[in-house]
């Protein structure tokens, strides 16, 4: 069923609104960058396969992989280009959640750490050819968050100029790394602790063949499939070295760390957790990946969801009269949240993969740090939209072919993935305590002389927000207590309140900013009434904070609600607009049986 056959709730003809908010979502690039992966992802060989197994999954998945290496030009160029990497993400997880997992790894974490390390004259024809599939093992069975402290050696022999690797005990076998025999022979870039006579030099990386082309372990490695998730379908093991040799050419290195074929060891990096971070730096990038895939299967789950909402009829209020699902208001209010949450979310990651693209020297930190938190918090909108719009589809939601149950299931992936969500927001939250965040100055303008459709004010009362959850967390900081550990543990929820306030502030804000360079009229209308939505819920979450510190006033307060219906009532009309724009392949959605009915 095309766009033009679900009916229209009276809007008026959305076809170039949704394009202009199209335009602004994908940042001009939908028919270019975006389209070439669009239109192959929505190709037969990419259609929903009924009643496969998980094995069955995982083997078509690796199957894809290689359709899609044909029409990637250069690996490492990929690899190299974050708006074209997280492209391939925000279209490849919609149709299917474990071939976009192990394109995560095989482009971003294997090919994406070679390319950030010295060449070295390495010859990796038959990855680049798609014969042997690269993945990454870094963390341990032992040590996730903490993968720092792995324990896997590499241990140089200056006479052989080869590496032994050697896993020393259970606890240091590599977690979850897509190492079973799906998918022909593999290879990876392997994180382990640098030893050269004696002395640990901390954790660099290594490329080290994993099995043969049948998929059977090579010599010395061990492999150990793990009980099946309900996340992606992905072969995940748990993997061992036994004394594996590697040449000294396994080694990548760069100014983080170098070692000379006679076992001498320089680095331009004093602490050995920096030379650490420097290695496994893909993962920040790999956090633009997760995100970038949330995005996609989100902006997907929303657009059948709100098809279906148009085509689903149920009784009205009146005796004989049925009505479209998304004529009740409490049916379309959740979807239109949902919308606004995306929106926000779509541009506050098109905002950061600009900002890491160009980021460099010390501004790098910070830019770190933005992109785990907009990591974690995306991830987690992803959820609760994709939840919410299972939800709305009842029994139809829960089937497969209908796009939003699997790709539901993956995310719980992410929110794992490239470092879990909550340590990533208390890291981040204790960082932001220690100056890393300028804070908005507050508003001089008293809240009485200011109106909620004013959306300068709205924009204002999240920096408040973020403002009070700072001075919140400090003052719990200061205060005496037991231990450090009971001193971070009193400031620890204040200080995520902290993270979650910022990134909700920054979303808000590339929602703001695109309402003023869209065109003017309905599309720049409708953005500044997403805008109007996504903050004023959250304003609505705090009320009682703003209230106590004079920021709104109590009839502010008491006409939140009026306000949100107002801007829901702007909405409603035109909702199937709004998810156009998202520009989702007819091809794709005609398959899913809930809307072909």
């Keep these: 069923m095309t766009a033009s056959q679900i009916p229209d709730s009276g809007s008026v003809s959305s076809v170039p609104v949704s394009a202009a908010l199209a335009d602004v979502l994908f940042a001009g690039q ?12 929505s190709s037969a060989p990419f259609r929903f396969q009924e009643g496969l197994t998980h094995r069955e999954r995982i083997r078509l998945s690796y199957d894809r992989l290689r ?61 680049v050819r798609g014969e042997r599939i690269g993945t990454f093992l870094c963390t341990e069975v032992a040590h996730g968050n903490d993968a720092v402290q792995m324990e896997t050696t590499a241990t140089y022999d200056p006479a052989a ?20 025999p799906a998918g022909g022979a593999k290879g990876a870039v392997v994180a382990a602790r640098l030893i050269v006579e004696g002395t640990d030099r901390g954790v660099f990386l290594f490329l080290v063949p994993l ?92 657009d059948v969801a709100m098809r279906y909402a148009h085509i689903r009829h149920t009784s009205g209020m009146t005796k004989g009269r049925r009505v479209p699902l998304f004529a009740h208001r409490g049916h379309h209010t959740p979807l239109l949240d949902a919308a606004a949450t995306t929106y926000a979310a779509t541009l506050l990651q098109r905002s950061v993969v600009r900002q890491w693209d160009r980021a460099g020297g010390e501004e790098r930190e910070a830019y770190e740090r933005l992109t785990a938190i907009t990591k974690a918090w995306i991830t987690w909108q992803s959820r609760t939209v994709m939840s ?26 992410t929110i794992t993935a490239e470092g879990d969500n909550t340590v990533i927001m208390q890291k981040a939250g204790g960082e932001m305590l220690l100056g890393g965040v300028d804070l908005k100055p507050e508003s001089e303008i008293a809240a009485e002389d200011r109106e909620l459709t004013d959306p300068q004010f709205l924009q204002d009362l999240l920096a408040d ?77 705090h009320s009682g904070d703003l209230l106590a510190r004079g920021r709104v006033t109590a009839d502010q307060v008491e006409s939140l609600p009026d306000a949100v219906d107002a801007v829901l009532g702007v909405l409603e009309p035109h909702a199937l607009t709004l998810t156009e724009a998202f520009g989702i392949s007819e091809e794709i959605l005609d398959t899913h049986p809930m809307l072909s009915a």
């Design 388 to 413: 919410e719009c299972r939800e709305r589809c009842g029994a139809q939601g829960l089937i497969q072919a209908n796009g939003i149950a699997l790709q539901l299931a993956s995310i719980e992936g």
């Design 211 to 302: 099995s043969d082309s049948d998929g059977s372990p090579l010599r010395g490695v061990g492999v150990r499939p793990l009980p099946q998730t309900t996340s992606s379908p992905v072969d995940h093991c748990a993997t061992t070295f036994d004394n594996v040799r590697v040449p000294y050419g396994a080694l990548l290195q760069g100014d983080h760390g170098r070692l000379t074929p006679a076992g001498e060891f320089t680095s331009a990096l004093g602490s050995s957790r920096r030379r650490f971070l420097e290695s496994i730096g893909r993962v920040t990038m790999g956090k633009l990946c997760m995100t970038a895939h949330g995005l996609g299967v989100m902006r997907h789950a929303l």
């Design 67 to 127: 359709i899609v290496n044909e029409a990637v030009e250069a690996p490492q160029a990929l690899a190299a280009d974050p708006v074209e990497l997280t492209a391939i993400h925000e279209w490849a997880g919609a149709v299917d959640p474990g071939m976009a997992t192990i394109i995560s790894i095989h482009y971003n974490l294997f090919h994406g750490s070679l390319t950030d390390h010295d060449a070295a004259g390495r010859d990796l024809g038959e990855y």
């Design 161 to 180: 100029r080869e590496f032994a690797l050697n896993t020393p005990h259970p606890g240091a076998a590599k977690f979850m790394p897509n190492t079973g």
């Design 30 to 41: 939908l028919r270019t960058t975006h389209d070439r992966w669009r239109s192959l992802f």
């Design 465 to 541: 927000i973020e403002r009070i959850s700072h001075t919140r967390a400090k003052a719990r900081l200061r205060k005496r207590a037991a231990s450090p550990l009971a001193r971070w543990n009193s400031s620890v929820t204040p200080a995520v309140g902290l993270a979650d306030a910022h990134v909700h502030r920054l979303a808000a804000e590339a929602l703001l900013s695109a309402a003023a360079q869209a065109p003017s009229g309905l599309p720049a209308d409708l953005l500044r009434a997403l805008h109007a939505l996504f903050t004023l819920r959250r304003v609505a979450a």
